[in-house]
T-cell receptor, first 112, second 115 residues
Framework: EDKVVQSPLSLVVHEGDTVTLNCSYEVTNFRSLLWYKQEKKAPTFLFMLTSSGIEKKSGRLSSILDKKELFSILNITATQTGDSAVYLC????????????FGEGTQLTVNP | NAGVMQNPRHLVRRRGQEARLRCSPMKGHSHVYWYRQLPEEGLKFMVYLQKENIIDESGMPKERFSAEFPKEGPSILRIQQVVRGDSAAYFCASALRALYTDTQYFGPGTRLTVL
């Protein structure tokens, strides 16, 4: 059975701090890894990663995948209160159908 | 271009009633996924459908739950004889599933409360 583990489960920081969120996985037939941001509503897509070592970047957020060690990290620099959310990591581990297997999420709280 | 639409956003049912949740995928998307998020838990896959076909229902409870995605109209997740344990947020996602563009985009969810 596919498995995704995120750490830490919760994190409290001050505005301006840099945070690193971790995601490790065990899947058969890996296809992609996705990061979503969830703020009391729909998970919002952030990144899709398919290749090792290639950093995806969007503003203050960046992410990278290591397919050899089976993990990904999501970095957020110069955090703002609006970054407070649950960050979800999911893997697409099927060759057909492609259901997503989600981790439990990391609850990030950014205090002013 | 409208995103994934779900309705109702909130649904309250008494034990034993039926719940019908609707999902309209993004324009051009023909692949629909349903996920359930129980309180304090992560999203769990339920079912994957294409138009008029159930592709993977391995995450669906064997009884009381059914899903469809007709040729015309939204996808429907139906829960018969609801119980308190069915209280959760139900999210629908859609995907284009072209060769290199298969990101799943999520709707706002339906929050089901069973009294």
């Amino acid at each position: 059975e596919d498995k995704v583990v995120q750490s830490p489960l919760s994190l409290v920081v001050h505005e301006g701090d840099t945070v690193t969120l971790n995601c490790s996985y065990e899947v058969t037939n890996f296809r992609s890894l996705l990061w979503y941001k969830q703020e009391k509503k729909a998970p919002t897509f952030l990144f899709m990663l398919t290749s090792s070592g290639i950093e995806k970047k969007s503003g203050r957020l960046s992410s990278i995948l290591d397919k050899k060690e089976l993990f990904s990290i999501l970095n957020i620099t110069a955090t703002q209160t609006g970054d407070s959310a649950v960050y979800l990591c999911a893997v697409d581990g099927e060759t057909s159908g492609s259901r997503l297997t989600f981790g439990e999420g990391t609850q990030l709280t950014v205090n002013p | 271009n409208a995103g994934v639409m779900q309705n109702p956003r909130h649904l309250v049912r008494r034990r034993g009633q039926e719940a019908r949740l609707r999902c309209s995928p993004m324009k051009g998307h023909s692949h629909v996924y349903w996920y359930r998020q129980l309180p304090e838990e992560g999203l769990k896959f339920m079912v994957y459908l294409q138009k008029e076909n159930i592709i993977d229902e391995s995450g669906m409870p064997k009884e009381r739950f059914s899903a469809e995605f007709p040729k015309e109209g939204p996808s429907i997740l139906r829960i018969q004889q609801v119980v308190r344990g069915d209280s959760a947020a139900y999210f629908c996602a859609s995907a284009l599933r072209a060769l290199y563009t298969d990101t799943q985009y999520f709707g706002p969810g339906t929050r089901l409360t069973v009294l």
